[in-house]
């Protein structure tokens, strides 16, 4: 090869590449940031109990919107109809830059928008600015050779996107607060007063039976938990809330746990139905395998009867 056909060679590779991070860049950037900002949703609602004051805060709001955000994330990396996934996520982060600018102008502490990672609303509002700028740049690849639709790469899709929400839908209906545990509280029944004067940790049968007594609600502690009284140790206190006696005994279980609702009062239910907070993430990852292996499997069927 002459010598002056290099330059020419390694100019043309640096287009392909330059080209290639143009069409693929913007919709690997912004499916990543929509990730994590799932995920560190995903990350409140499974530790925390959120104080519920609005319709846009409530649990039920934020994981539809963490289910939204995961399938636009999987839609825009997938390369599924990129032309429409990206007037949905212009929409989509033209309504988080007002949001941002909202709470800017309102003063707020934090966006939210991060789960407990607390953002000024002035940052996101820069961020979202960055992404509507780059989405209206961004120019997706045509479609030619294949459907709108290519019923393969829709199934791969659409199983990547059960994959991945099956384990963030496991830690926000199983959560375990970590903190103040705010239905307990906001429940008249419990702010009755107890005293207590053990010179040992009480068992778990003996606390629940005095605030039982207290309170007149049937209280349990389910059968698959195992607490340990040393780790509550010798309880002396006088006229200290229900609810903060109920909301440590949760809070100091061996493993993930939480006060539910039940017929006649309440019961410590184990957060972790399936035994650990890792098989969800464990099951996720072999099911993704799993899709990747029958994907490729279709595929070199079809090129061999092809």
Known sequence: MA???????????????????RVWGVPLVVGLILIVAALLKTHQLATEELREQTALNSRTFLTLLVLYETALAVGLLSGIAPGLLRWLAIITFAVFFEV??????????????LGKVHVSPWVMLAGDSLVLVALVLWKPPTLTGRPLWDPLR????AAFYAW??????????????????YSLRKDERLRVFVTFDYDEPP??????????????LRLALHPRLEFDPQR???LKAKRIPVWSVMESLALKQKTAARWDRVSGGYEVRLAA???????????????AAGTVAIYLFVQQTRRCVA
């Open 203 to 216: 068992t778990s049968e003996h606390l629940l039976t005095t605030l039982e007594q207290a309170t007149g």
């Open 164 to 181: 991945l929400v099956f384990p963030l839908l496991m830690h926000v209906v199983y959560y375990a607060p970590t903190g103040i545990i």
């Open 273 to 287: 139905p399936l035994g650990h907070a890792a098989v969800p993430w464990l099951l996720s990852a072999l099911g």
């Open 3 to 21: 010598a002056g056909c290099r330059p020419s060679l390694v100019r043309g590779r640096l287009a392909i590449v330059l080209e290639a991070a």
């Open 154 to 157: 829709l199934g791969l899709t």
């Open 100 to 113: 941002s600018l909202y709470q800017g102008v309102m003063k707020y502490g934090g966006c939210g928008c």
């Open 232 to 234: 509550l140790g010798p």
